[in-house]
């Protein structure tokens, strides 16, 4: 049996998988929203639900790995020691991610922890679009570029859009968005990144939950000059009180801003939208043209009314957006007409499969030693 762990900014996904001849199968799966409760009384209260029995592998998406950590790899002590260094990086997700790795560790004991990185996919990206203007020996010194994230998601959009729609040749031009509590965009090329919002850390790009996404970096000292914000609170600023939240100040759930007539929400459910159809602009000049654009996340598969207003005033480009299929589609489907030049898919993302796959490659490894780590 292979566990995989999914831990993001606000909840957190736990799946199992049985592995037979023909590959692996889904068994159980469910979805907690993070308030408090203990790791190991969720994983304790999973486990007996669903009968899982010895637990051979568990699965961790891990958002940030670094310039170190490129592939999925065995977790040992040494790696999660890198990874706790890499927390300043992604505050509301690598210590998050650290913390069910001791957890399932405590409660189930497998004989193999697997990290499966978010910024694997962004690796490859072209240097000028993972490169900061900034002095270059100083970017090297201290690894700051960017990295990218929503990896595992990204790749799992193009996959998936590639496959229903039977796509000849290497894969075409893929714009992809995978919108959830965190927010992010790709541009893809026949299977490969060519850019991504997301940089240095999970806050770059877009508006989300509770996230800026783009600011003048000047704001920052700015309001430690001016309004006497240490470095730590205007962090917590831009991460936890700022995006969506901020604007509104009702809400990071863009279904109660939706259904709002505060100027505030409105103005923050603008904002979004304003700010994913200027990258969607950006990208469509980037890859010269693209043959779709494709909706993952919570958001991006649930809320048709965002989707329409995202995809507002595209017919210039050729992408015209058929309001009755994209209200009433199912699983993975095309919200575009049949006219348009580039079409329009939603795309739920399954991570866990992802995960569990990666653990499956990772045993299968020759140099793979059987551990279940120890204190980090």
Same mark, same amino acid.
């Given at each position: &049996? ?6 993001? *900014? ?18 159980? *799966? ?63 997700? +690598? ?13 189930? +004991? ?26 270059? /020996? ?18 799992? &959009?193009?996959?998936?859009?590639? $496959? ?11 714009? *992809? ?14 299977? &490969?990144?060519?850019?991504?919002? &997301? ?69 923050? =459910? ?31 598969? +649930? ?8 995809? $507002? ?14 209200? +009433? ?6 919200? *575009?007409? /049949? ?6 898919? =939603? ?30």
């Amino acid at each position: &049996m292979i566990l995989t762990v999914n831990t993001g *900014s606000s909840s957190v996904r736990l799946a199992a998988f049985a592995r037979h001849e023909r590959g692996l199968a889904e068994v159980a *799966s469910v979805r907690h929203e993070l308030r408090g409760e203990e790791p190991g009384a969720m994983l304790h209260a999973f486990a007996q639900a669903h009968g899982l029995g010895r637990v051979e592998a568990a699965a961790h998406r891990v958002v940030h790995g670094g310039e170190r950590f490129t592939a999925s790899r065995a977790l040992d002590p040494e790696t999660e020691r890198e990874l706790g260094r890499l927390a300043s990086l992604a505050p509301l997700h +690598n210590p998050v991610a650290l913390r069910w790795v001791r957890a399932v560790r405590a409660a189930l +004991n497998p004989a193999l922890q697997v990290a499966v990185f978010d910024t694997a996919f962004f690796a490859a990206l072209p240097e000028a679009a993972r490169t900061y203007a900034i002095p270059y /020996a100083l970017a090297g010194a201290h690894g700051v570029r960017r990295y990218g994230f929503h990896g595992l998601a990204h790749e799992d &959009m193009w996959r998936t859009w590639r $496959a229903r729609t039977q796509r000849p040749g290497r894969g075409g031009r893929v714009i *992809s968005l995978q919108l959830g509590a965190g927010c992010s965009i790709a541009a893809i090329e026949d299977g &490969m990144p060519r850019d991504t919002s &997301m940089g240095f850390s999970p806050l770059e790009g877009l508006v989300m939950a509770t996230r800026s996404g783009d600011v003048d970096p000047f704001l920052a000292t700015y309001l430690q000059r001016r309004a006497g914000f240490t470095p730590e609170e205007v962090e917590r600023m831009l991460n936890e009180r700022s995006g969506l939240l901020g604007v509104s100040g009702i809400s990071a759930d863009l279904r109660e801003l939706l259904a709002s007539r505060d100027p505030r929400a409105c103005l923050a =459910v603008d904002l979004y939208c304003h700010r994913i159809r200027k990258y969607v602009g950006a990208y469509l000049a980037l890859l010269g043209g693209a043959d779709a654009v494709v909706f993952g996340g919570g958001v991006g598969e +649930n809320l048709p009314e965002v989707r329409a207003r995202i995809l $507002a005033r595209m017919a210039w480009c050729g992408l015209e957006i058929d309001p009755g299929g994209n209200e +009433n589609g199912a699983g993975a489907f095309c919200i *575009s007409t /049949a006219a348009s030049r580039i079409e329009a898919w =939603v795309v739920p993302v399954n991570e866990a499969a992802i995960l569990a796959r990666e653990a499956a490659r990772v045993m299968a490894q020759p140099d793979t030693r059987a551990t279940s780590g120890g204190d980090a």
